[in-house]
């Protein structure tokens, strides 16, 4: 059974860095999301990996974010730097359906528990 389970996140300052990880299993032939869902707002694609490692980030957090992934240990990573007001969510990551990536949140079947990012 195939879960994904984010860690790390919590309360950063303007300008600090946080890294948020995602424990899955079963999920290297998939395309992975991270997703974010600030209080209030719908939720919004923050960027996808493939399974080549290829990456795609939303323009909000372009140059700032980093995806990656480790097969070897399970994991997949959100590196977040410069952080911002505007950065405050949840954050997920997500399964998608096949290894082709998509940024709608319906494109992905299989969804962690979000991990509270919160930038003050």
């Known amino acids: 059974h195939v879960q994904l389970v984010e860690s790390g996140g919590g309360s950063a300052q303007v300008g600090e860095s946080l890294k948020v990880s995602c424990t899955a299993r079963g999920y290297t032939n998939y395309c992975i999301g991270w997703f974010r869902q600030a209080a209030g707002k719908e939720r919004e694609p923050v960027g996808v990996i493939d399974t080549d490692g290829s990456t795609e980030l939303g323009d909000s957090v372009k140059g700032r974010f980093t995806i990656s992934r480790d097969n070897d240990k399970g994991a997949l990573y959100l590196q977040m730097n410069d952080l911002q007001r505007r950065d405050t969510a949840i954050y997920y990551c997500?399964?998608?359906?096949?290894?082709?990536?998509?940024?709608?949140?319906?494109?992905?079947?299989?969804w962690g528990q979000g991990t509270q990012v919160t930038v003050s």
């Open positions: 997500a399964r998608g359906r096949g290894p082709y990536c998509y940024s709608r949140p319906t494109d992905y079947n299989l």
